[in-house]
């Protein structure tokens, strides 16, 4: 699929932005939805506020939507995966902090009635997009064509092709127990050399890096990472954030993180740990604007 068809939210291809807020919401009055599902059509752009719509509202809306669903329940799992149930997420990007928040205050002036925020986190990004842990975020994503490959979805009809599917978790790091690791202990950890970003050789089986070699899945499991540090006071952490075609990809590497495939837990759960996990549909968009088609009929 060609960027020249114009007809994905384009903030899921550009780079990351400097700062970033992220909102999900619960249904409010039901009767109100659909209005305000319009006026944020017109609103958001897919460029500076990416939209996803969650499996709860797209069946309140008696929409059809193939491939989305809830975000699993991983049973079996040797660490807890917390799955939630938003109705809608608004993903607002910009470099600017005050554009931001004018930004929010005006979705929130939409939707207000229909819905209402039950998460607001504000993101940044660190250095040149590392993790607060220091570590390079987003080493392997796929580029170019192969990234539009992997992160939208082509063949399903108007209303569907240039949609994508978004897997969201806020992740919340333990710093004390990351600064107690040593050096070494950290990179086998991540699977990766702090200080170059190199990949360690003989990192061990629980090394991140390993856990998630998207190659090594079959079928191949690429996902197409938005992530983004998250700051409130003094909890800190990461907002995992995953494009893809479906959510195949991204439920692979999360089972195989969890030990569900073969006993072994990833290493990042020695000091960081998800405090939510949603899934969405990003609906493409249709002259610059959201295209809800599929679900305002």
């Known amino acids: 699929m060609s960027r020249d068809t114009n007809n994905f939210q384009p903030g899921i291809l550009a780079a990351v932005p400097r700062a970033a807020r992220y909102v999900a919401y619960a249904v409010g009055e ?3 939805v659909k209005p305000a599902l319009a006026a944020l059509a017109a609103l958001a752009d897919g460029d500076e506020v990416v939209v996803g719509v969650g499996a709860a509202l797209a069946r309140q809306l008696n929409a059809s939507i193939a491939g989305l669903r809830p975000f699993p329940r991983l049973t079996g799992a040797k660490v807890d995966v917390p799955a939630n149930s938003s109705a809608l997420w608004c993903w607002i990007r910009n470099d600017d902090r005050g554009d931001i928040l004018h930004r929010a205050r005006a979705i929130d002036t939409v939707l207000d009635g229909a819905f209402k925020p039950r998460l607001v986190v504000d993101g940044c990004r660190y250095h040149e997009g590392r993790d607060l842990t220091g570590y390079i975020d987003g080493t392997e994503n796929p580029k170019g064509a192969k990234a539009q490959r992997t992160a939208f979805v082509t063949g399903q009809g108007a209303g569907l092709d240039g949609a994508s599917f978004v897997a969201v978790q806020q992740w919340l790091h333990h ?17 990766r050399r702090k200080r170059d970003n190199v990949e360690l050789e003989h990192a061990p089986a629980s090394a991140h890096v390993k856990r998630t070699a998207q190659e090594d899945f079959d079928p ?3 996902v197409l990472r938005r992530s983004m540090p998250w700051i409130d006071g003094a909890r800190a952490g990461l907002m995992f954030v995953a494009f893809g075609a479906s959510f195949n990809a991204f439920e692979a590497q999360m089972r195989r993180m969890a030990g569900i495939d073969d006993g072994v837990t990833d290493a990042l759960f020695r000091f960081t740990q998800p405090l939510t996990g949603d899934y969405y549909w990003c609906p493409p968009v249709k002259r610059g604007k959201l295209d809800l088609s599929r679900l305002l009929r």
């Open 30 to 32: 039901p009767r109100r």
């Open 175 to 191: 710093f004390a127990k990351f600064e107690a690791m040593s050096a070494r202990e950290q990179d086998n950890a991540i699977g």
């Open 220 to 222: 191949e499991a690429f």
